[in-house]
Every structure is written in structure tokens, then in C-alpha cells.
């Protein structure tokens, strides 16, 4: 975990270097808080590197990415191309942000966060390393969105029995704004979660898609699941923050650097010992 002093001086040089380039406020905010989960999961401030670089990365994205669209980048292709995928666990792209693979605004590159924080290397998702991945591993991962499902599922069950009701939205100090209805609520925490985990799922012929389905599909499941837990938490309309920031922020960052990296550090693993 990184200095809490150190994070709060970070976080306000960026938000000045982004109000300098005129970024729009809302588009600030939302960058302000990805790096903030980011440093909650216990990311390196170093990896980031300085704001000012930072910063300048996030300006590139927004008017390289977006000819086409000044305002904000759109693209849905994630659910059926593999190539568009690749984005978001990318170790040779150097770039943080890229397109959102599903759905409107960026993502961040976890392959090349992954590189900086020396877990993996830029060619490390070759055709040697996920070929030498052991079958259960990947199993486990495509596993893994099907798991939160259960858990989200459970937690909506939970709540229907004790009457208490989900959060749909909460501030970042837990204030709980605004609730799921029951049918809304059912198709948050149990349909949308299904869907999630059957199409990560899918029959696959090749591995390095099935990671990149499987992380997609266990962050969205796993901070759907981390939500409804919390709300458990939930005491005169406030959510705990601590519980809020370890289950709805960190957990999915976690989670789909779990399921990509622990494998494929595996198989690197295996192809260095094989080579030696």
C-alpha cells in the first residue's frame, strides 16, 4: 500500500496537470479515480511515473484515439472480436489507456501496468508460454467469472432475506444515493452476472483469448458481487468505505490480474525451465 501523503500529492499534481491541458472536469474526475483504485490495490506510485507524464499519456489518448470521435471513444466489437480483446492485456503496448473495449470511454492497458510493476515482460504472451500453460489453470480461470456469479447471486439472496436493499450508487464516502429495485436488482446481481460467465465460457480454441474473456468477464462479475457485499455492510444508508474500496475497486482489479498473469508467469516459468 502506498504512502497515504504521498498518494493524496500524487493524485493533486495530476488533477492540476489534467486541469491544465484543459481536460473536462467529468473526464478528470473519472481518471482521478482509476488511479486512485489503482493506488488502493496497492500499485507502485513509481510505475505510474510522474504526473506530468501521466497526464500526458491520458491527452494522448483522448485526441490520438479519437479522430473520429472527439468526444468519447465507443466501441462494442469487445463481445466478438479477439483482436479488439488484446487491448486491455497488452504487454508490447507501452500505452496505459486505450479504447474501452465494451462500452464507451478507456480502459486501462493492464498488460502494459503489468510490465511496469515487473510482473510480466513486454513478450512474454507468446505462443511457447500459453501453449505450456497447465489445462486446470486455464479451467480455473474461465472459472472464475462463474464463481463470482454464484457470489453475487448469494448476496442478492441475502438481502431479499434479511430486507436489506443493494446499493446502486454510493459516494466515495459510502453514502448510499440510490438503490436497485427488486427486478433491476435481480437482473444486476444474478442475469447480467450469468451472461458474463457463460460467454467467458464459450468454447475457445485459443488460450490468450480465453485470459482475456475470463479477465473481462471477472472484473465486471467480481465488482458486481464486491458491491452487493458491501451493501450488506450497510448501516443507515452508508456502505463502510474500507469495505467499499477493498470489494468494489481493488477486488477486480485483482481479480483480472489473477487471471491472466498467474498463468501465464506459469507458463514463462515452464518455458525458461524447459530452455535451460
Not at 491541458?21 to 474526475?29: E, G, I, L, N
Not at 499519456?57 to 463481445?79: R, V
Not at 439472496?157 to 444515493?177: D, E, P, S, V, Y
Request: glycine share 6%; charged share 20%; with cysteine.
Amino acid at each position: 500500500m502506498p504512502d497515504a501523503l504521498d498518494s493524496e500529492i500524487y493524485l493533486a499534481q495530476l488533477e492540476h496537470e489534467l486541469e491544465k491541458m484543459a481536460v473536462p472536469p467529468h473526464r478528470r474526475d473519472d481518471m482521478i479515480h482509476e488511479v486512485s483504485s489503482l493506488l488502493a490495490d496497492g500499485t507502485p506510485l513509481a510505475s505510474l511515473g510522474s504526473p506530468e507524464t501521466f497526464a500526458r499519456e491520458f491527452e494522448d489518448a483522448l485526441h490520438g484515439d479519437t479522430a473520429e470521435n472527439p468526444e468519447l471513444p465507443i466501441d462494442f466489437s469487445g463481445i466478438f472480436a479477439s483482436k479488439a480483446r488484446r487491448r486491455i492485456w497488452d504487454p508490447e503496448n507501452p500505452r496505459i489507456f486505450v479504447p474501452r473495449t465494451i462500452g464507451a470511454g478507456w480502459d486501462i492497458n493492464m498488460g502494459a501496468l503489468a510490465v511496469k510493476l515487473g510482473i510480466l515482460n513486454p513478450d512474454d504472451i507468446d505462443d511457447d508460454v500459453l501453449a505450456a500453460i497447465p489445462q486446470p489453470l486455464v479451467t480455473a480461470a474461465r472459472l472464475t467469472p462463474l464463481v463470482f456469479a454464484g457470489v453475487s447471486a448469494a448476496a442478492l439472496w441475502k438481502a431479499r432475506k434479511t430486507g436489506k436493499r443493494l446499493a446502486m450508487n454510493t459516494t466515495f464516502t459510502g453514502t448510499i444515493t440510490k438503490y436497485w429495485g427488486p427486478r433491476s436488482g435481480i437482473v444486476a446481481h444474478a442475469v447480467i452476472p450469468a451472461i458474463a460467465a457463460l460467454w467467458a465460457a464459450m468454447p475457445n480454441p485459443a488460450r490468450r483469448d480465453i485470459l482475456n474473456k475470463s479477465a473481462l468477464a471477472s472484473m465486471l462479475n467480481s465488482a458486481i458481487a464486491g458491491s452487493a457485499i458491501s451493501s450488506l455492510t450497510a448501516k443507515n444508508g452508508k456502505v463502510s468505505a474500507l469495505a467499499l474500496a477493498a470489494l468494489a475497486a481493488a477486488l477486480p482489479f485483482a481479480c483480472e490480474f489473477a487471471v491472466v498473469a498467474v498463468p501465464v508467469r506459469y507458463g514463462r516459468r515452464l518455458v525458461t525451465r524447459s530452455r535451460s
